[in-house]
């Protein structure tokens, strides 16, 4: 009995690794990569549409800067970024 039980919590446990979202599982990327992944959002209170990137809760991302390479979001009458992190963010 005691190893039906010990089958049965393993099983529990390796189901609980959360969801797959695409950010997660992004590892080391260049700021190119990593800004086409975003979602439009529309802000409520002001109408201003912005392109979201964002890094899920428990993501390990690395953005891998080129020489003299800048990380920055754009802000224009075009459009403009947003960045949103939940989870780890290195920029190197």
Known sequence: MKY??????IAFLSGCGGDSKSSSSQGVVSVDDFKKNY???IDSDTGVTYRQ????????????L?????FSLTSSDGYSEKLV???NLTIK
Do not use: P, R, W
């Open 66 to 70: 080129k020489d003299n390479e800048v």
């Open 39 to 41: 979602e439009t959002v």
């Open 4 to 9: 039906i039980g010990l089958v049965v919590f």
């Open 85 to 87: 992190v939940k989870g």
């Open 53 to 64: 990137i964002t890094v899920d809760e428990g993501a390990q991302t690395t953005i891998s």
